[in-house]
């Protein structure tokens, strides 16, 4: 590949997640100016069902299609496209088993209608087309940008109509309709092949070696970054909880985009270095950048998280300096940390990122404590800034273990 090839992929496969989290983040704000802070509190709740359930079924298919060295051999993309129908049928149950016990639980929240009607979002994932990803092989994001953006814009757009329209939270359920009929279509538009189905025991017994360790540290990492969500859901009132959650997403914003732009372009690249034995510097390289990026963000975010939140969102959402600090902290080090979780997948230890999330998730129950013994938001969020440190710290002991001999390439130093 050309440097100026090189560079063109590296920019679309960083426009395609900025371009996501954006139109992520500009619906939160439509919400929000429409409906106000309690009603962005229950919108949080359906979106949490939503994400509960898509991390309860992550086996990491489009992981697994980017990086198995057989992904472009025949008969292998309609043996995932099986797995992907499999996962979203999956989705759908899960979501309408949810329904009723999510409704019970949060009395004055969403109905368990609101919560079943997403299994519909589960259902159209599962007709998505897998050829745009596969594409990303070959360092060939157009199809991603085209499918990813074209969903999150059409998303985007839809959310002040369903919000004028609806009138409350439910107008949430809409929206993500929306964006997964244009991903859907837009994966077909883009395909360059013909759409088959096939159910192949042997690839669904792969994909799940491939994700399991994956599920486990995805089912992890809804603790990390919802459990206090919905700490707060039951200890604070829906204001509070919708003024936390534009927060801690306009924190994650960089850290989302980096992770999804690490997925893109940073696993093929560990893939390919680690067949030549440049593993270690691409690595090392990696590493480098990302604590750049991170020492930046956080900064920035300190500085100009509360401003812009209220100009953004309104004074009603406003923050104090100390949650500013702590939310930063907490996407700051997950920034910092993504390198560590390509590397580890592309030497095949899908489960080395569940094994550093271990020590993160034991800042839930500590923040459990806090809300119950009536401590602020900033300091539940500071628990997790703490539990962060640790996960980070284990991810790169973790780590360091399997780094490949750069003599003999593929095997741990």
């Not at 509360?306 to 907490?330: E, K, R, S």
């Amino acid at each position: 590949m050309t440097s100026r090839a090189s560079r063109k992929s590296a920019a679309l496969a960083w426009a395609t997640p900025v371009l996501c989290e954006l139109a992520a983040l500009g619906r939160s704000v439509v919400l929000a100016r429409m409906l106000g802070a309690e009603e962005l509190g229950k919108v949080m709740i359906l979106a949490l069902a939503l994400r509960l359930a898509e991390m309860a079924c992550d086996v990491s298919i489009e992981r697994l299609l980017i990086q198995a060295p057989d992904g472009d051999a025949p008969g292998f993309l309609s043996a995932m496209q099986g797995a992907v129908l499999i996962r979203g049928l999956a989705l759908a149950g899960i979501l309408l088993l949810m329904a009723m016990p999510m409704a019970v639980g949060f009395t004055d929240g969403p109905d368990a209608l609101s919560v079943a009607a997403l299994a519909l979002v589960a259902l159209l994932r599962g007709f998505v087309s897998l050829d745009y990803r596969r594409r990303e092989r070959e360092f060939d994001y157009r199809g991603l940008l085209v499918v990813e953006g074209g969903a999150a814009a059409a998303m985007l757009a839809a959310a002040p109509v369903a919000a004028a329209f609806v009138g409350d939270h439910r107008a949430f359920v809409p929206v993500v309709l929306v964006h997964a009929f244009a991903q859907l279509a837009l994966s077909h538009a883009v395909s360059r092949v013909q759409w088959q189905i096939r159910i192949d025991r042997a690839i669904l017994a792969r994909v799940m070696s491939f994700g399991a360790p994956l599920l486990a540290n995805a089912v992890l990492l809804f603790l990390i970054f919802h459990g206090d969500r919905l700490i707060i859901a039951g200890f604070f009132d829906w204001a509070d909880l919708g003024r936390y959650a534009v927060a801690l997403q306009l924190a994650l914003l960089p850290a989302l985009i980096a992770g999804r732009a690490a997925g893109s372009l940073l696993a093929p690249a560990l893939r390919r270095a680690s067949a030549v034995g440049a593993f270690d510097k691409v690595a090392a390289d990696a590493d480098r950048l990302y604590l750049v990026l991170s020492a930046v963000f956080l900064v920035g975010f300190v500085t100009l998280a509360n401003p812009a939140i209220t100009l953004v969102y309104g004074p009603d959402f406003a923050i104090g300096l100390d949650l500013a600090v702590a939310l930063g902290a907490i996407a700051a080090i997950r920034i910092s940390r993504t390198p560590l979780s390509q590397q580890a997948i592309a030497l095949g230890h899908t489960n080395l990122p569940a094994r550093a999330n271990v020590l993160r998730v034991a800042a839930v129950p500590v923040a459990l404590l806090l809300a119950w013994a009536g401590a602020p938001l900033a300091a539940i969020a500071m628990t997790g800034a703490a539990g962060e440190v640790l996960a980070a710290w284990r991810a790169t002991q973790l780590l360091r273990a399997l780094r490949p001999d750069p003599v003999n390439p593929g095997v741990p130093a």
